[in-house]
């Protein structure tokens, strides 16, 4: 999975989520499906809290540039 880009893996995720909404599957094959996606979820998010944490925002302060957290308030 760790290979899998994010849009493979939201891609195959989105897969999942159909085949357990049609209902067709036999309850094994569903147990699978929704344990796949449980750690395609997993992945997805560990992906999205590493790139939110990468995310800065650029602000001047007293005339000089620097580099916040994007989720920094501003005037702190």
Do not use: H, W
């Amino acid at each position: 999975m760790e290979d899998m880009t994010f849009e493979q893996a939201m891609k195959r995720l989105e897969e999942i989520v159909a085949q357990l909404e049609a209902g067709e599957a036999p309850l094994d094959k569903s147990m699978a499906l929704f344990e796949e996606g449980t750690k395609l979820s997993a992945y997805l998010s560990g992906l999205l809290d590493r790139a939110e944490q990468k995310v800065t925002m650029v602000t001047t302060q007293n005339g000089e540039e620097v580099e916040l957290p994007f989720d920094a308030q501003e005037g702190e």
